[in-house]
């Protein structure tokens, strides 16, 4: 029997949009994924001083973004566990709940450059198959800068390219809050949903 490549995506999603999909969707398929699993991270602990909306929001537009893609789906693991929430207790918890699937954790370029400053970054990169790092072209990660802190974590990177694109959660919030065209960064059904629900609308200086 074939195991299962699992690539485990989190993030605040705060909000979900275009870029997430397309980052999403190149690395199931350029890394050959069975499935990729959206974990929502009710608060995460590099943003503790951060306001994030309210969960129920983010978990509503997340499900609104996945929801036509059969290969995407929503993991509760992180909701359904006391914080804080950090990536290599969620990736052990996973593992335990599915020993034959190969884990692929997926990350951003800038991610990569600070997972020698996540909590237990040598257990986490031991505890996952590969590590999908998603970057922008021209991007530039030098993978062997990172082997002296982390042994091991060159034969596990496998780079995901993509088209290039700018989109960010923080610009749309931003966008939103000070009266800027946003609607063709997001699905139409989460933009609505913004809209009803008069998300983001505080001015950011």
Sequence with gaps: ??????GLFGGTFDPPHLAHLLLASESAYQLNLSRVLWIL???PP???NDPITALEHRLAMLDLTIADNPLFELSRLELERPGPHFSVDTIKQFA???P???????IGGDSLHDLPTWRSPADLVA??????????PGDSVDVSSLVEKLPGIDRKVRFVDTLRQNISSTEIRRRIANGEP???YLLPSV???IVKHRLYEVRIK
């Design 1 to 6: 029997m074939t195991r299962q490549r699992i």
């Design 41 to 43: 991270t009710p608060n």
């Design 46 to 48: 590099h943003k503790d």
């Design 96 to 98: 335990v709940q599915e």
């Design 100 to 106: 034959e699937a190969d884990i692929i954790l997926l």
């Design 127 to 136: 505890a996952v198959h590969q590590i999908g790092v998603m970057r922008r």
């Design 182 to 184: 946003y609607r063709y």
């Design 191 to 193: 933009y609505e949903y």
